[in-house]
């Protein structure tokens, strides 16, 4: 069974969907992930087959995380990039500012209130948790744009 947490690189899916994304040289990061925002919102019916809510989150996150306001995101991919044994973790080299849009909309698709990313939590507190997770990549996204 796998992982599945309420922060954006907590779950199975999204570390490997950064592992994924580290296979790709530096220069080529920044289109796969502009590539994946706009398969998202064009093949919105594709969720759960070909795409999962923790993998927009965690690519939305990664973006975030170049922005001013996303520093702790930051900070939590370079521990993960530290805790990793054998892998490599994604961690974007510059700003992804021209990201911040399309991150946004794929992100409200999955995450919006009662949207897939919020289903299926046992609990108040998780859901409460990843409801924080989701405010705080849209406020870093929305102030970019």
Request: avoid cysteine; glycine fraction near 6%; aromatic fraction near 8%.
């Amino acid at each position: 069974m796998g992982t599945f947490g309420t922060g954006p690189f907590s779950s199975d899916g999204a570390l490997d969907f950064l592992e994924e994304l580290a296979e790709r040289p530096t220069e080529q990061q920044l289109d796969a992930l502009r590539h994946m925002f706009t398969y998202v919102l064009a093949n919105r019916d594709r969720l759960w087959r070909e795409f999962f809510p923790d993998e927009v989150v965690a690519a939305a996150a990664l973006v975030a995380a170049t922005l001013p306001g996303g520093e702790h995101l930051q900070h939590r991919l370079t521990e993960l990039a530290e805790l990793a044994d054998e892998t490599d973790i994604a961690l974007l080299p510059a700003s992804a500012s021209g990201l911040a849009a399309p991150a946004l909309e794929a992100l409200l698709f999955v995450a919006a209130p009662d949207g897939p990313w919020h289903q299926g939590w046992t609990t108040e507190a998780d859901r409460l948790h990843a409801q924080r997770t989701i405010d705080d990549l849209v406020a870093i996204l929305r102030a970019a744009i």
